[in-house]
C-alpha cells in the first residue's frame, strides 16, 4: 500500500523557469515610519499589509500568532500550483479538481505588526552556505513544500533547483547559494515501525520510545531544524519497547496518549541537549496543525467535516476538539526547558492560526491512495482529507513568519 509520500525512491524534479508574477508589484506608496523602543526603521510600502524592513529591523513586541485571516486577491497566492515543480498530488486541490479557489486568497495579516513580504533571494542569501532541515510528519513534509514553491519563482535557472530522494531524506538544493532545505521523514521523533517513507500504514504502531539515534545522525550537523510530531500520537493504542524490535526486552501498550508524547519528546530533547552543537544549530518546532475532521466544533452535523467547505471561520479565538491542549503544552513546555538550558530554540505557534482554516484542506481534491469504496463515493464526507493543507495555502503562511524569523531575528 503506498503512504503519504509518493511511491518512488529516487526521484529528481527540476525547476524551470516560471513566470516571474511575484516580480509585479504595484507598489504605490512609500510610509516611512519611525517605531518606539529600539525597533528601528520600517519601511513600508503601500501593499496590504506586507512591508519590505530595511536590515535592523525589529519585530520585539509583536505577536506573529495573534490576528486575523483577510481576503486579498491583489497579492495572494504568492505562487501557481501548476507552475511549482516541487508540487505533490498530495496538496495539488486545483489540479483534482477544485473549484472554488478562493482559499489561494487569504493572507495572514497579525493584529500588532505587518509580516515581511517574503524574498527568496533574500532568505537564500541569508542561508548561504547552510544546510536546513524538516524533521516531521507528512505535515511537515506539507511545510517543506510549501517553502519550496516559495522559491521556486525566485531562482531562475533550472539546473539550480534540484530535489533528490535518499531514502528517508529528500534534499533540495538551490546550488548558486550552497543551500540545502531537506525533508527527513521521522513521524513520531523516536524509531518506530512508521519509520518507512513509503510503507507506514501500520495498523500497530510500536515505537523504540527511547531510541533516536539511528535518525539523529542524518540531521544533528544541520544549521536549522525544524521539527513536527502531532498527529501520529493521537492513535488511541500503541506499543512502546525497549531493546530491539527483533529482541524487545521491555513492552508495554500505554495507553495514555500524553504520557508517551512526553516520553518521545524527553528522548528527543534529551539527544538535542546532548548532541547539539549549540553555537551553530537553530531550531524551530511548529506546534500541532489542527484538523478539521469534525464538523459539530464548528457548528456543521456531527459526522461532516472539512468537505465542502470553502469559507475560514472568522470567530477570533476558535479552537476544536481535535487540537489537544495537553499535547500542544507538552511540547510547549519541552521547547521551553530546551530554551532554558541555552538552545536556540522558536515555538512556531501555529496552531490557532491555522484552526481558523476549515477551507484550507485538499477535501476529495488530491490524489488517493487507496481507491475510494462505491460506498465512500456516494458519501465523500467519509474519505475526505481534513489533515493536509492546499497549496498555496495555510503552510505558505507558517513560511512567511519563519522567513520573518531567519531574515530579523537570527
Ligand atoms: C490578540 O490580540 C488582541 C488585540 O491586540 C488582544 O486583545 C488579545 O488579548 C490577543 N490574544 C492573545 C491570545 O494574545
Ligand atoms: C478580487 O475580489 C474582489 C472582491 O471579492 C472582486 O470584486 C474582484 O473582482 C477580484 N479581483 C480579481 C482580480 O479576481
Ligand atoms: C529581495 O532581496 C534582495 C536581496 O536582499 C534584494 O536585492 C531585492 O531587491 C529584493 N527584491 C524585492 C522584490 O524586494
Ligand atoms: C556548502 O555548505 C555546506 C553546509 O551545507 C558546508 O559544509 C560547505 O563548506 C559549503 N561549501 C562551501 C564551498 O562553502
Ligand atoms: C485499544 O486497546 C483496548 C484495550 O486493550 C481495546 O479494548 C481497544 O479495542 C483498543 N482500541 C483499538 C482502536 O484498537
Ligand atoms: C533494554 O535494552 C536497552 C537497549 O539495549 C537498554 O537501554 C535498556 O536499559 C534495557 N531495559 C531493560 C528494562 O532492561
Ligand atoms: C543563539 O543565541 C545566542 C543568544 O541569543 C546567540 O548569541 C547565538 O549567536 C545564537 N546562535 C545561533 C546559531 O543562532
Ligand atoms: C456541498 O455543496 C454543494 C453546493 O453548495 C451542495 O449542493 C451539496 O449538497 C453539498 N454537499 C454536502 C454533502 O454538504
Ligand atoms: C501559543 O498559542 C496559544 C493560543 O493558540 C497560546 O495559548 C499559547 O500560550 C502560545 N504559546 C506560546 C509559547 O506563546
Sequence with gaps: MKGIVEGVQKVKVHGYHSVGFMLVMGVIMVVVYLCGDDSGILIRFGFNGETEMVEDYSFEGCDFFNGSWVYDNKSRPLYKERQCPFMTDDYSCEKYGRKDLKYQFWRWQPHGCDLPRFNGTALLEKLRNKRVVFVGDSVGKNHWVSLLCLIDTWIVE???????????????????????????????LVES????????????????????????????????????????????????????????????????????????????????????????TRIFFTSLSP????????????????????????????????????????????????????????????????????????????????????????????????????????????????????????
Excluded at 533550472?158 to 532545505?181: D, M, Q
Excluded at 539523529?216 to 501520529?232: E, H, P
Design 193 to 280: 515501525n512508521c519509520d518507512d517513507p513509503v510503507n507506514h500504514r501500520v495498523r500497530d504502531r510500536i515505537m523504540k520510545i527511547e531510541s533516536i539515534e539511528k535518525h539523529a545522525n542524518q540531521w544533528i550537523n544541520a544549521d536549522m531544524l525544524i521539527f513536527d510530531s502531532y498527529s501520529w500520537w493521537l492513535e488511541p493504542n500503541m506499543t512502546l519497547l525497549w531493546g530491539s524490535f527483533e529482541n524487545p526486552n521491555k513492552t508495554i501498550v500505554e495507553s495514555r496518549r500524553v504520557t508517551r508524547y512526553e516520553m518521545a519528546l524527553k528522548t528527543w530533547s534529551d539527544w538535542l541537549d546532548t548532541h547539539l552543537d549549540r553555537k551553530k
Design 158 to 188: 533550472p539546473s539550480h533547483k534540484v530535489a533528490e530522494w535518499h531514502g528517508s531524506l529528500i534534499t533540495f538544493r538551490a546550488s548558486e547559494y550552497n543551500v540545502s532545505i531537506d525533508f527527513y521523514w521521522e513521524p513520531l
Design 291 to 410: 484538523d478539521h475532521k469534525e464538523g459539530g466544533d464548528w457548528g456543521k452535523t456531527m459526522g461532516e467535516n472539512c468537505y465542502n467547505e470553502t469559507e475560514p471561520i472568522m470567530e477570533e479565538g476558535y479552537w476544536g476538539k481535535g487540537s489537544d491542549t495537553d499535547l500542544m503544552r507538552t511540547a510547549q513546555s519541552a521547547v521551553q526547558d530546551l530554551e532554558k538550558k541555552g538552545l536556540n530554540i522558536t515555538l512556531l505557534n501555529i496552531t490557532q492560526l491555522s484552526q481558523y482554516r476549515k477551507d484550507g484542506h485538499p477535501s476529495i481534491n488530491k490524489r488517493h491512495w487507496v481507491t475510494p469504496t462505491k460506498l465512500e463515493l456516494a458519501n465523500p464526507v467519509l474519505y475526505a482529507d481534513c489533515l493536509h493543507w492546499c497549496l498555496p495555502g495555510v503552510p505558505d503562511v507558517w513560511n512567511e513568519i519563519l522567513y520573518a524569523y531567519i531574515r530579523y531575528k537570527i
